[in-house]
């Protein structure tokens, strides 16, 4: 026995219906605009205002441009962009200094190891030698007694 109505789907239905709404909202805003209302449309529709509000926005606009402290903000950009300037150059440079240790460290280690295999490898080349010539001078003597 089947059930009609499952979990997957109830869940198909509720996305199928959220689309659906989602699809709808797009095309009214798309087809019919939306509406502002008068109150928070932006103060750049002037054409809807009468001469005395107009002249009151522009007021109001010219004040509080000329209210915004330019010169401070000029000098905090300044101000932030030498900062920024500076502690780029700090950390260059201990960039440069870590990685100038680093690299020293790593060529310190490399000769010791290089150093140690060098002896580890001379070590083994002597033993050779020495067991080398010891096989010659036993062939010698098994020669020299046979004769």
Not at 12 to 28: D, G, H, M
Not at 41 to 67: F, I, T
Not at 73 to 78: C, P, Y
Not at 119 to 134: G, P, V
Request: hydrophobic content about 40%.
């Amino acid at each position: 026995m089947t059930r009609l109505f499952s979990f997957k789907s109830a869940t198909i239905a509720v996305c199928f219906f959220n689309l659906a709404v989602a699809a709808a909202l797009l095309l009214r805003g798309l087809f019919f605009g939306v509406a502002v209302p008068r109150r928070l449309a932006p103060s750049y529709h002037h054409h809807h205002l009468d001469p005395a509000q107009l002249k009151y926005v522009l007021e109001s606009e010219a004040l509080r441009r000329a209210m915004e402290p330019l010169e401070l903000i000029r000098r905090i950009k300044e101000i932030e962009q030498e900062a920024y300037t500076e502690s780029g150059a700090e950390t260059q440079q201990a960039q440069k200094l870590t990685a100038a240790v680093d690299l020293s460290k790593r060529l310190k280690d490399l000769r010791v190891t290089n150093d140690a295999n060098s002896q580890k490898a001379l070590e083994e080349w002597r033993k050779r030698k020495i067991e080398r010539a010891r096989r010659r001078g036993i062939g010698k003597d098994a020669t020299v007694s046979q004769t």
